[in-house]
């Protein structure tokens, strides 16, 4: 009996820190949250081509303090120099109000600090008698797109540094795929399908019909299937047994 009161502070002073920290976390500003990527248009491109994108994404609770937010788009670095931006467009999902730019757009190395500029930069702010802003960002912009020697996916990188709660991120992987040219293409097909099965024919036709552009090697394949099973292997075979059965006949009658 005597422990039981020691317990039962012990336990109360528990519960007392929890609340506490409770009541400090609900009195502190949440981060910027849902941070993500929604849209993203001509998500995939040929090497080598030069095509606009339309970016969309979201971020949750903006502090609408009038202190500047900084919002970064990172490429990858493959696109340092060839990245073109153009607009971009900040508004509250709810209200459809703009967020205002205070510092506007440009193309920075951004927070990796890796000393490559493949990083569109903005800073928004906005001065509300509410708390927070739930924002759409919309961008338009040009790329460039790399040589690659097989078809790459590239991630994009959001990161909202926000005035009043600090820094929140997010990584859209596989967001833009480069797809390779025609002879990178086949070099890729060749070595992704080194063994065909004969299951795998019919699969392989259906590819050269669907793509003329096909490799080299699919071509072959694709010839020696139509051979096979086209006019095919019968007429062949048909056509070899009766010159045999004519040579026979003349023979007899000879
Ligand atoms: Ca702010
Ligand atoms: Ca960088």
Redesign the pocket.
């Known amino acids: 009996m005597s422990q039981l009161p020691g317990r039962y502070r012990r336990a109360v002073t528990a519960i007392g820190f929890a609340c506490l920290g409770l009541a400090l976390i609900s009195g502190m500003t949440v981060a910027v949250s849902g941070l993500a990527v929604t849209s993203l248009t001509n998500s995939e491109a040929q090497a080598g081509q030069t095509t606009t994108h339309t970016l969309e994404y979201q971020a949750n609770e903006i502090s609408a303090d009038g202190e500047t937010d900084v919002l970064f788009v990172?490429f990858p670095?493959a696109y340092?120099g060839n990245l073109s931006f153009s607009s971009a467009e900040f508004r509250n999902r709810t209200s459809d109000a703009t967020v205002p730019v205070s510092s506007s757009t440009s193309i920075v190395?951004?927070p990796?600090?890796?000393?490559?500029?493949?990083?569109l930069r903005t800073g928004v702010s906005k001065d509300a008698d509410y708390p927070t802003d739930d924002i759409t960002a919309t961008y338009e912009f040009s790329l460039t797109h790399p040589p690659v020697e097989e078809t790459t996916s590239y991630d994009l990188r959001l990161v909202a540094n926000d005035s009043s709660t600090g820094t929140s991120e997010t990584t859209a992987t596989d967001a833009i795929t480069v797809v390779a040219g025609d002879d990178a293409t086949a070099t890729a097909t060749a070595t992704a399908e080194p063994t065909a099965t004969t299951t795998a024919t019919q699969t392989e036709t259906e590819t050269a019909t669907a793509s003329p552009t096909a490799t080299e090697a699919m071509t072959d394949t694709a010839t020696e299937a139509e051979t096979t099973s086209g006019d095919g292997p019968g007429f062949g075979v048909i056509a070899a047994a009766g010159a045999l059965l004519a040579i026979g006949l003349l023979a007899r009658r000879d």
């Open positions: 990172e670095n340092a190395d951004g990796d600090d890796d000393g490559v500029r493949d990083t």
